[in-house]
């Protein structure tokens, strides 16, 4: 599986932004895939993972109520909706994918592909 983000880029406090990840490999029902991010000078922390087979999802509370991650299984893609923006979510954003689905999936090390990243700067 590869995995490529995009939609990132600079936006005013309170704005929005859709990022998305598109798989070039399938992706099966058993696989979860989530949402990363990494503010400068700060490890790379969880956002938000859905299930692919059954769509249930996970956020993170600095996020929760904010953002919404949802999956098109025909375009084999993931979206991060992000809304009411903030400078400290500021950082850039990688979609990983967890073959297994084992555990809560709120670690990096659960997952076993990762797309190249894409920034997203907001500003107050």
């Known amino acids: 599986v590869q995995l490529q983000a995009s939609g990132g880029g600079s936006v005013q406090a309170g704005g929005s932004l859709r990022l998305s990840c598109a798989a070039s490999?399938?992706?099966?029902?058993?696989?979860?895939v989530a949402w990363f991010r990494q503010a400068p000078g700060k490890e790379r922390e969880f956002v938000a993972n859905?299930?692919?087979?059954?769509?249930?999802?996970y956020y993170a509370d600095s996020v929760k109520g904010r953002f919404t991650i949802s999956r098109d299984g025909g375009k084999n893609t993931v979206y991060l909706r992000m809304n009411s923006l903030k400078p400290e979510d500021t950082a850039v954003y990688y979609c990983?994918?967890?073959?297994?689905?084992?555990?809560?999936?709120?670690?990096?090390?659960?997952?076993?592909?990762w797309g190249q990243g894409t920034l997203v700067t907001v500003s107050s």
């Open positions: 990983a994918v967890d073959t297994n689905s084992y555990g809560s999936g709120l670690l990096e090390l659960q997952y076993d592909y």
């Open positions: 490999g399938s992706i099966f029902s058993n696989d979860r």
């Open positions: 859905i299930s692919w087979r059954s769509g249930r999802t």
